[in-house]
């Protein structure tokens, strides 16, 4: 689905197998007695991932100002489970969200995360496995 941004909205679903992949999976290694932080591949493989799908719908300016972000993620359907149910399992969604909010910033949907003021996430199981994405710009 293509991304529309009207009236300071934007929102778009990407058609994806959602990374499992976490922010909380950063690595560290001490180097001369300094804690080094880097990414491992399995988590850099989640940030292309990532930037891949979510960076055909960069808004043409970036958001400066305060805004919501709804965000849906949708699981491949497995065992039992119904479209639409609620996922219980891991991985938390604080922790999608992070790394999903960093990739949004590095590819300029907002200059900078603290902007996003409200934020609704949910997770699901899915027949159409993939993220949903809608912005709205807040007003003050």
């Keep these: 689905m293509e991304g529309r941004?009207?009236?300071m909205r934007?929102?778009?679903f990407v058609t994806m197998r959602p990374p499992t992949t976490t922010h909380?999976?950063?690595?560290?290694?001490?180097?001369?007695?300094?804690?080094?932080?880097?990414?491992?591949?399995?988590?850099?493989a989640a940030r292309a991932k990532l930037i891949a799908h979510l960076g055909k719908h960069t808004p043409p300016a970036p958001y400066t100002g305060a805004v919501?972000?709804?965000v849906k993620w949708c699981?491949?359907?497995?065992?039992?489970?119904?479209?639409?149910?609620?996922?219980?399992t891991?991985?938390?969604?604080t922790n999608l969200q992070k790394l999903l909010?960093?990739?949004?910033?590095?590819?300029?949907?907002?200059?900078?995360?603290?902007?996003?003021?409200?934020?609704i996430t949910e997770k699901f199981w899915a027949k159409v496995p993939g993220i949903y994405i809608?912005?709205?710009?807040?007003e003050l």
């Design 134 to 138: 809608a912005i709205q710009e807040l």
């Design 101 to 119: 909010e960093d990739v949004m910033a590095d590819l300029g949907f907002w200059r900078d995360d603290a902007l996003i003021a409200s934020a």
């Design 24 to 44: 909380q999976t950063q690595a560290v290694r001490v180097a001369n007695g300094k804690p080094m932080f880097y990414e491992p591949a399995e988590l850099k």
């Design 5 to 7: 941004r009207l009236d």
């Design 10 to 12: 934007l929102e778009f």
């Design 68 to 70: 919501r972000l709804v």
């Design 75 to 88: 699981f491949p359907l497995t065992g039992k489970h119904k479209n639409g149910e609620y996922k219980t």
């Design 90 to 93: 891991r991985p938390d969604v």
